[in-house]
């Protein structure tokens, strides 16, 4: 379930609910809209593909022509969080007449909601794709059983 709605500021955001996709019964997106409006960042949307091995599940960000130091995945409180934070500004000082893409900051998060051995994640970034591997946890992952219906 995609939707828009405002904040407490009056701009709106994109979110995806719970009924989002096969992805968000696992683990949900969240999006730190409030923080970026309190702090009047401006953050690029970078898109997410998430697939869904036996074990694990994999995020693949693409975000080509960044700075791998500059990268930054952690996780706290069940959430993964993956973000951006150029050193310096390089093309502050070129002038384009037209430009469609920057290698800007950029954040996104995801909640695990207990499903992941969060101290087995692993990431790593290659021809412009930011892979996160995230192993399930057999616990709380258990397969979908079918009950026979009398």
Sequence with gaps: MYNKH???SGRM???FGRGAGKFSRHFGETFGHHKRAMFNQIFRKVPAN???TENNFIIEL?????LKENLKVVTKDDVLTISYQPKEDA???KKYSRREYS?????R?????GKILVENISARYADGILEVTLPKNPETNIPEKSILVD
């Design 62 to 66: 693409f975000a080509p022509a960044l």
């Design 103 to 107: 290698n800007g900051t950029f954040e």
């Design 91 to 93: 093309d502050s000082s």
């Design 50 to 52: 998430i697939k869904e």
């Design 6 to 8: 405002r904040c407490h």
């Design 13 to 15: 955001h994109d979110h």
């Design 109 to 113: 998060a995801f909640s695990l909601n």
